[in-house]
């Protein structure tokens, strides 16, 4: 099974981590009718982990709430929404 296969890859946000330009791993953001900032926190903590290991973190399929509190809290420029499906 490919990452892409993965669950999540079907409908909602997907987070990716993306390693050297590969996408290595997929899962879906889990979450709650509407995105608050505890969501902003993890999101925030994954990213810093990813980092450490070389990598980072891509959002797919992004919710307008999730992307405006991104904006807002100025991660956009670290979790950015990936191209394509």
Known sequence: MSPRDAPGSEGGTV????????????????????????????????????????CHLRL????PHLSQLLHLTGLTDIVVEADGP
């Open 15 to 54: 987070i990716l981590l993306v390693c050297g330009g590969v996408e290595v791993l997929r899962w879906p953001l889990p979450g709650q009718p509407r995105p608050d900032l505890a969501l902003i926190d993890e999101l925030a903590r994954w990213q810093l982990i990813a980092g450490r290991l070389g």
């Open 60 to 63: 797919q399929h992004v919710d």
